[in-house]
Each structure stands twice: as C-alpha cells, then as structure tokens.
C-alpha cells in the first residue's frame, strides 16, 4: 500500500487549502484513513480521520469546525479541506492508512496505522 499526499503550500491566515491523498491498493475501501500533522520541533499529533464508508469521521479539538474530511472510494482519495487556517496550523501533513476491522472503525492515535505518506508542507503565514 503506498500513499502520495498533494495540496500543501503557503497561505495566508484565514484563507484555505485543500489536500489530498491518494492511496494504492485494491481494498482501499476497508481502509480507514487518518491526517497526523508535525510541527518544527513538535511530536506529531492527530487531526483527523473517517471510516471506510465515510459514515464515522473524527477530529481533533484543534480542527474542529475549521476541517472537514472525507473520502471518494472510486477514486481510492482522501481529501481534507482545511479553512479558515491558522499560523499554528504550520506544519508537515502527513496521510495514513489501516485496514479497518469492521465498517464504523475509525483510529486517531499514530500506532494504529500501518502506512504513511511522505507528508507534505502546509505554511500558514500571520
């Protein structure tokens, strides 16, 4: 399985941005997705997540309201758009991926994941 995340850049704060991630792999639909984000000199932390359906989505208090997450399976893509953003919101954004074991299991913490993307770069200039 391999995951290739797209549309990190520079933004202005209050402005938005939309990534995606594309993500290998025949069973893509039992597959539940997460974002996880790395600041510079911060562990990495949750953002958000969905389930294979896209029925179960989770975020973190830091996101909520601001990020939205979803899923199309025919296109084995994740995407989270990400508004209204913040300068802590500065950070390498980074997709994963794990076999869900039943159709409303969703995982917000990074050991529960078995693949990762690269990551890419989001700068949110003040």
């Known amino acids: 399985v391999q995951l290739v995340e797209s549309g990190g850049g520079l933004v202005q704060a209050g402005g938005s941005l939309g990534l995606s991630c594309a993500v290998s792999?025949?069973?893509?639909?039992?597959?539940?997705v997460g974002w996880f984000r790395q600041a510079p000199g911060k562990e990495r932390e949750f953002v958000a997540t969905?389930?294979?359906?896209?029925?179960?989505?989770s975020y973190a208090d830091s996101v909520k309201g601001r990020f939205t997450i979803s899923r199309d399976n025919a296109k084995n893509t994740v995407y989270v758009q990400m508004n209204n953003l913040k300068p802590e919101d500065t950070a390498v954004y980074y997709c994963?991926?794990?076999?869900?074991?039943?159709?409303?299991?969703?995982?917000?913490?990074?050991?529960?994941?078995?693949?990762w993307g690269q990551g890419t770069q989001v700068t949110v200039s003040s």
């Open positions: 969905i389930n294979w359906t896209g029925g179960s989505t």
């Open positions: 792999g025949r069973t893509f639909s039992r597959y539940t």
């Open positions: 994963a991926a794990r076999y869900a074991s039943s159709r409303t299991s969703y995982y917000t913490r990074e050991k529960e994941y078995d693949y």
